[in-house]
């Protein structure tokens, strides 16, 4: 079998396949929800603490010198990347509690003794029958 032959037999089986369409499908979920955070939710949460954009704040360790660019620390972009990790992981944990209610399936009705377990209580009861005879 060639390489490449061999090469996309594996590149071709349904796991790897439903892996890369996973993959592309959570990426453009990522970005949703990227936007939710940063466009929806954000604007409102920095009106609330002042009118102040959590990406606007940064510590400065070194101020610029000359041609020397400054050396900032962005914490709120931190903090905004955290936010955002909580809410696609909330979406997330939402949507697969959603798909296993979906999947649970329905207890099955119970069934009646099998055909030995009927035999062996008839034995059983027999039993019990010639122990309680005088």
């Known amino acids: 079998m060639s390489f490449f032959k061999e090469f996309r037999e594996f590149a071709m089986r349904g796991n790897v396949v439903d892996l890369a369409v996973g993959v592309i499908i959570g ?8 936007s939710l ?42 903090i905004q990347n955290v936010f955002d990790f909580i809410i696609v992981a909330f979406a997330i944990f939402v949507a697969i509690k959603l798909i296993n209610k979906l999947h649970q399936k329905k207890p099955k009705e119970a069934a009646g003794p099998s055909k030995e377990e009927v035999l062996l209580t008839e034995i059983r009861d027999l039993l019990k029958e010639q122990n309680n005879r005088p």
Do not use: C, E, N
């Not at 604007?43 to 704040?57: A, E, N, T, V």
């Not at 610029?64 to 709120?76: F, K, N, S, W």
């Open 37 to 78: 955070v940063a466009d929806i939710i954000m604007p409102p949460l920095g009106l609330l603490i002042g009118g102040i954009d959590f990406k606007q704040f940064a510590w400065t360790l070194r101020p610029a010198v000359g041609d020397t660019p400054a050396v900032i620390m962005h914490y709120g972009v931190f």
């Open 27 to 34: 990426a453009a979920f990522g970005k949703i929800v990227s």
